[in-house]
């Protein structure tokens, strides 16, 4: 081995990123890995054909832990984050609309186009929605309170999260914690009566998991998409200026500003463990690096069953770890335009198309698009979540051409027939396309190219198992002090000198950013 480093961590994800970053700023002399060419992991910007730059995977930001954008000093790297306003834009077949927006008013306004009483009851369901993201907000900024543990340290931090319900009022406390356990269908049928409202809500709740929105704890995914929401903008995102990889540039400027190292092309074959001690690394080459510590930006699955040596760990451990859910069933979709997709709902209409574009007309499209996949199939009418970024950046398409990044749910890893092949990537494509081109005929002769990304490809070419793109799903046996597993939810591993930093740890998927500044905290803890 040569010299050693203080930690290594494995992974140029965003959260490997920010673990780095930390522990550089600390005085660490830290080694970051990355098996790709490029950092990022699923937060990158590609040129995937020329001229044309997508957003591969993720494609919007939602909460950015505020600790990292300003200890890192994202915005003087090259942060640049875009409201999206209108939030959405849902079409529907019969030359309908719904459009939400930032300002309440405005998407009263909009609803009461469709219903009276869900636009009075706009106000009052918007704040339910605040109060609980807020709530989530602030277990997000912390590590999990360890419920087993009899230290005081633990107990007060249990009795902080009983403060914060408090804060909220005896009624108010009640009834967020209604909330996190119900179906999203449940939830919005106590509110609203429209159909077209409520697929377009109910998407959030289901958005990345294989689940319908029937499924108990959809809710808790709906405000986990809520948390950072300000003035009741409802499925609000951001875009990066210059696409969300510049996001992970910011992040690999700090890191190396304080001093972090990192090498891509390079592939992590296994975790060195002596004496029940993680100790360094074993590349693909057959170079082995020390390190005091390892901190893997990988799932849970990939670092303790590929990267570790089973025989370092306790079976009940291995056993809860191969029974993490994963079950991948998102797709990607990214298409170059020759022109904008020409909505019916909106002839002619550029300004509506700048926030998410959400093919979710109703709760039953929705559950019958899940219906498909849980057994085994593509969905036939699936749910498609599309952006134009290129409409308020147009430098990520050439003059007077635009590029569509679009989510596609449901695509189960799992197929009933055979497994994901060419002819079953070109069928995806077609059926995505099939779908918009009911709801903007122009666009399938707009293609000038595309690019289809199944949840294998997800997992080859990004390292997500099943192609899940919350490193394991977030469910409610899933999230809070049970990720990864429970009793291992403060990022430290059974294995000593090893610990998680992915979204695979609390509080689980997005780009937020906060597994890794969490974990870097535990870290310097010792």
Same mark, same amino acid.
């Given at each position: 081995?040569?010299?050693?480093?203080?930690?290594?961590?494995?992974?140029?994800?965003?959260?490997?990123?920010?673990?780095?970053?930390?522990?550089?700023?600390?005085?660490?002399?830290?080694?970051?890995?990355?098996?790709?060419?490029?950092?990022?992991?699923?937060?990158?910007?590609?040129?995937?054909?020329?001229?044309?730059?997508?957003?591969?995977?993720?494609?919007?930001?939602?909460?950015?832990?505020?600790?990292?954008?300003?200890?890192?000093?994202?915005?003087?790297?090259?942060?640049?984050?875009?409201?999206?306003?209108?939030?959405?834009?849902?079409?529907?077949?019969?030359?309908?609309?719904?459009?939400?927006?930032?300002?309440?008013?405005?998407?009263?306004?909009?609803?009461?186009?469709? *219903?009276?009483?869900?636009?009075?009851?706009?106000?009052?369901?918007?704040?339910?929605?605040?109060?609980?993201?807020?709530?989530?907000?602030?277990?997000?900024?912390?590590?999990?309170?360890?419920?087993?543990?009899?230290?005081?340290?633990?107990?007060?931090?249990?009795?902080?999260?009983?403060?914060?319900?408090?804060?909220?009022?005896?009624?108010?406390?009640?009834?967020?914690?209604?909330?996190?356990?119900?179906?999203?269908?449940?939830?919005?049928?106590?509110?609203?009566?429209?159909?077209?409202?409520?697929?377009?809500?109910?998407?959030?709740?289901?958005?990345?998991?294989?689940?319908?929105?029937?499924?108990?704890?959809?809710?808790?995914?709906?405000?986990?998409?809520?948390?950072?929401?300000?003035?009741?903008?409802?499925?609000?995102?951001?875009?990066?200026?210059?696409?969300?990889?510049?996001?992970?540039?910011?992040?690999?400027?700090?890191?190396?500003?304080?001093?972090?190292?990192?090498?891509?092309?390079?592939?992590?074959?296994?975790?060195?463990?002596?004496?029940?001690?993680?100790?360094?690394?074993?590349?693909?080459?057959?170079?082995?690096?020390?390190?005091?510590?390892?901190?893997?930006?990988?799932?849970?699955?990939?670092?303790?069953?590929?990267?570790?040596?089973?025989?370092?760990?306790?079976?009940?451990?291995?056993?809860?770890?191969?029974?993490?859910?994963?079950?991948?069933?998102?797709?990607?979709?990214?298409?170059?335009?020759?022109?904008?997709?020409?909505?019916?709902?909106?002839?002619?209409?550029?300004?509506?198309?700048?926030?998410?574009?959400?093919?979710? %007309? *109703?709760?039953?499209?929705?559950?019958?698009?899940?219906?498909?996949?849980?057994?085994?199939?593509?969905?036939?009418?699936?749910?498609?979540?599309?952006?134009?970024? *290129?409409?308020?950046?147009?430098?990520?398409?050439?003059?007077?051409?635009?590029?569509?990044?679009?989510?596609?749910?449901?695509?189960?890893?799992?197929?009933?027939?055979?497994?994901?092949?060419?002819?079953?990537?070109?069928?995806?494509?077609?059926?995505?396309?099939?779908?918009?081109?009911?709801?903007?005929?122009?666009?399938?002769?707009?293609?000038?190219?595309?690019?289809?990304?199944?949840?294998?490809?997800?997992?080859?070419?990004?390292?997500?198992?099943?192609?899940?793109?919350?490193?394991?799903?977030?469910?409610?046996?899933?999230?809070?002090?049970?990720?990864?597993? %429970?009793?291992?939810?403060?990022?430290?591993? %059974?294995?000593?000198?090893?610990?998680?930093?992915?979204?695979?740890?609390?509080?689980?998927?997005?780009?937020?950013?906060?597994?890794?500044?969490?974990?870097?905290?535990?870290?310097?803890?010792?």
């Amino acid at each position: 081995m040569n010299d050693a480093y203080d930690a290594i961590v494995i992974g140029a994800g965003h959260n490997g990123l920010v673990a780095a970053a930390y522990l550089a700023r600390a005085g660490l002399r830290v080694l970051v890995l990355e098996r790709r060419e490029l950092v990022g992991g699923a937060v990158v910007s590609e040129e995937v054909f020329p001229g044309f730059t997508f957003d591969t995977a993720a494609h919007h930001i939602g909460w950015l832990h505020p600790a990292v954008v300003r200890d890192l000093r994202l915005e003087r790297r090259g942060l640049e984050l875009m409201p999206c306003d209108p939030t959405v834009f849902a079409p529907t077949l019969d030359g309908g609309q719904l459009l939400l927006w930032r300002q309440p008013k405005d998407s009263v306004e909009a609803i009461r186009q469709h *219903s009276k009483a869900d636009a009075d009851r706009w106000p009052a369901f918007t704040a339910l929605v605040t109060e609980g993201a807020a709530f989530l907000e602030s277990l997000y900024r912390q590590p999990p309170p360890d419920v087993l543990s009899r230290k005081t340290s633990d107990l007060w931090k249990l009795l902080r999260v009983r403060r914060r319900l408090r804060r909220l009022g005896r009624r108010e406390m009640m009834e967020v914690l209604r909330l996190l356990p119900m179906t999203v269908r449940e939830l919005l049928d106590e509110w609203f009566e429209t159909d077209l409202l409520k697929g377009v809500l109910g998407a959030a709740g289901i958005t990345g998991i294989f689940q319908g929105p029937m499924a108990a704890g959809t809710t808790y995914l709906f405000l986990h998409h809520h948390v950072g929401i300000r003035d009741g903008a409802l499925r609000g995102a951001a875009r990066v200026r210059g696409g969300v990889g510049n996001l992970t540039k910011a992040l690999e400027a700090a890191a190396r500003a304080h001093g972090a190292e990192i090498k891509t092309n390079t592939r992590v074959e296994r975790v060195v463990i002596k004496d029940g001690r993680a100790t360094g690394v074993a590349l693909v080459s057959g170079e082995e690096i020390a390190a005091t510590r390892v901190v893997s930006g990988a799932d849970p699955r990939r670092t303790f069953l590929d990267l570790v040596d089973p025989v370092h760990l306790d079976p009940s451990f291995l056993r809860a770890v191969r029974n993490i859910k994963y079950r991948g069933g998102v797709a990607r979709v990214n298409l170059a335009l020759g022109e904008l997709p020409n909505f019916s709902s909106a002839p002619g209409e550029e300004s509506v198309l700048r926030g998410l574009i959400s093919i979710s %007309p *109703s709760i039953a499209y929705l559950e019958r698009a899940y219906d498909d996949a849980k057994h085994g199939d593509l969905s036939h009418e699936p749910y498609l979540e599309a952006l134009i970024p *290129s409409l308020a950046d147009p430098g990520l398409a050439p003059p007077g051409k635009h590029i569509m990044s679009v989510l596609v749910q449901y695509a189960p890893y799992h197929l009933r027939d055979g497994v994901w092949d060419e002819a079953k990537r070109e069928t995806l494509g077609d059926r995505v396309v099939e779908t918009l081109t009911r709801y903007a005929p122009n666009i399938e002769s707009a293609i000038l190219h595309r690019q289809v990304l199944t949840p294998l490809d997800l997992e080859a070419t990004l390292g997500l198992t099943e192609g899940n793109i919350y490193h394991g799903e977030m469910t409610l046996d899933q999230i809070l002090f049970l990720r990864p597993v %429970p009793g291992w939810s403060r990022y430290r591993t %059974p294995i000593s000198g090893l610990y998680l930093c992915g979204a695979g740890a609390h509080p689980g998927g997005g780009v937020t950013g906060a597994p890794g500044y969490h974990a870097s905290r535990q870290v310097l803890k010792g």
